[in-house]
Structure formats: structure tokens, C-alpha cells
């Protein structure tokens, strides 16, 4: 089963986590918001484990021409028009072999960039 299926699959669930008067906006269906889903679950997941996995060189980042990029995203994740729930990272990284590391390096951008209280 590819990823996009599985995302089609829970699709329903995942809606719950938005405004109705929002969903209406994508007026052409469930179609185009499971693939906006996807992508931006996939492309998210990519930027948080190139910075958080622990299979990249951190010295890898310090040159990388993507890094200016990946600050751009990492800032851009908090805005509340671009959060996505996160039962979608949980699908996307479940069927994964790797989907442990996903998980680890997901947790460890939460803990790094979450402010805690004092």
C-alpha cells in the first residue's frame, strides 16, 4: 500500500482536525487536500530529519545550500495555517523501516523548539 493510499485512507479522521468553514475552501474535493496533506507531511518530515536525524552529518547542514531553506521551513511549521495534525507524520513514518528515526527526530525538533514554561 503507498503512502498516498494510506493518507486516503484515514483521510476522514484527519479532517476533524479543521474547520469545517475551512475545508469548504477546496471546492474540487477530498482529492486535492489528501495530496496537499501529503506533500507538505512528506516535505515537512524531510526538512525536520535532515536537521534532526541522526543519520546526516551535522556538518552536512553547514554547507548544505538547502539550509537556508530549512530555517525558512522550521520557522514557517509554527504557523497555524501550516499545521498539520499530527496522526498525518504518524501515518506517513508508520510504514517506514525507518519510521523510528522519523519519530525520534520529530520529537527531538518538538523538545528543541517548543518553548517550555520556567
Avoid at 49 to 72: A, H, V
Avoid at 74 to 80: K, M, Q, R
Amino acid at each position: 500500500m503507498s503512502l498516498y493510499t494510506i493518507v486516503k485512507t484515514e483521510f476522514d479522521g484527519l479532517k476533524k482536525c479543521y474547520d469545517p468553514k475551512e475545508l469548504a475552501r477546496y471546492s474540487n474535493g477530498d482529492e486535492k487536500l489528501a495530496w496537499i496533506l501529503f506533500v507538505d507531511g512528506c516535505a515537512i518530515l524531510q526538512a525536520v530529519y535532515i536537521r534532526y536525524g541522526q543519520d546526516y552529518n551535522s556538518k552536512l547542514i553547514e554547507w548544505c545550500p538547502i539550509k537556508e531553506m530549512l530555517t525558512f521551513e522550521y520557522s514557517d511549521l509554527f504557523l497555524l495555517e501550516n499545521q498539520l495534525p499530527f496522526r498525518l507524520l504518524e501515518l506517513l513514518t508508520s510504514s517506514s523501516k525507518n519510521g523510528e528515526k522519523f519519530m525520534k527526530a520529530i520529537k527531538r525538533f518538538i523538545d528543541d523548539t517548543v518553548i517550555k514554561p520556567r
